[in-house]
């Protein structure tokens, strides 16, 4: 799983499997589900993100794999 944020569209993207997108359904405005083509979710997109979530903070409890830093 990965958390990008993209200041520059103000959107924010979590990746939840490596299988490619073959559906997306708007479930709110600005909030976007992906697809892969047999059904599984793969991936969450949020415009206009700063407004929806609170990005000065991300807190991650009880995963069992190891937490990966990037610099943006």
Do not use: F, W
């Amino acid at each position: 799983m990965q958390i990008s944020y993209h200041s520059d569209t103000d959107s924010l993207y979590i990746d939840l499997s490596e299988q490619a997108s073959a559906e997306s359904r708007e479930i709110s405005a600005g909030v976007v589900l992906d697809y892969d083509g047999k059904g599984n979710l793969v991936g969450i997109d949020i415009d206009n993100a700063s407004q929806k979530v609170d990005l000065r903070k991300l807190t991650l409890c009880g995963l069992p794999g190891k937490v990966e830093t990037v610099a943006a």
